[in-house]
């Protein structure tokens, strides 16, 4: 099993920046996860899948954010982190940490961490 646990959301204002980091772990095993990625939930809105990244460092970005937002992840720790920069209100959402084989299978969810943009 995967757990992933995130953190780093909270309030910014309009303009500003927010990282958010995401640590996956295993039960007594290795386990290499192919693509790892964040999701975000808003209110009236559709689930929104922001950015991926393969284990290789292979990127993609949702339109929305491309240009602004910026995934890495750190295979030796396991943690795969979304700097948010030039946030916009309507970036204001819950944001998932996702894992798993392929973008349209993501077998691993966070709980999710909060971020707020102010006008």
């Known amino acids: 099993q995967v757990q992933l646990v995130e953190s780093g959301g909270g309030l910014v204002q309009t303009g500003g920046s927010l990282r958010l980091s995401c640590a996956a772990s295993?039960?007594?095993?290795?386990?290499?996860?192919?693509?790892m990625g964040w999701h975000r939930q808003a209110p009236g809105k559709q689930r929104e899948l922001v950015a991926t990244?393969?284990?290789?460092?292979?990127?993609n970005y949702a339109d929305s954010v491309k240009g602004r937002f910026t995934i890495s992840r750190d295979n030796a720790k396991k943690t795969v982190s979304l700097q948010m920069n030039s946030l916009k209100p309507e970036d204001t959402a819950d944001y998932f940490c996702?894992?798993?084989?392929?973008?349209?299978?993501?077998?691993?969810w966070g709980q999710g961490t909060q971020v707020t943009v102010s006008s």
């Open positions: 996702v894992a798993g084989p392929t973008i349209v299978t993501m077998l691993y």
């Open positions: 990244i393969t284990i290789g460092g292979n990127t």
């Open positions: 295993t039960s007594g095993i290795i386990f290499s996860i192919n693509i």
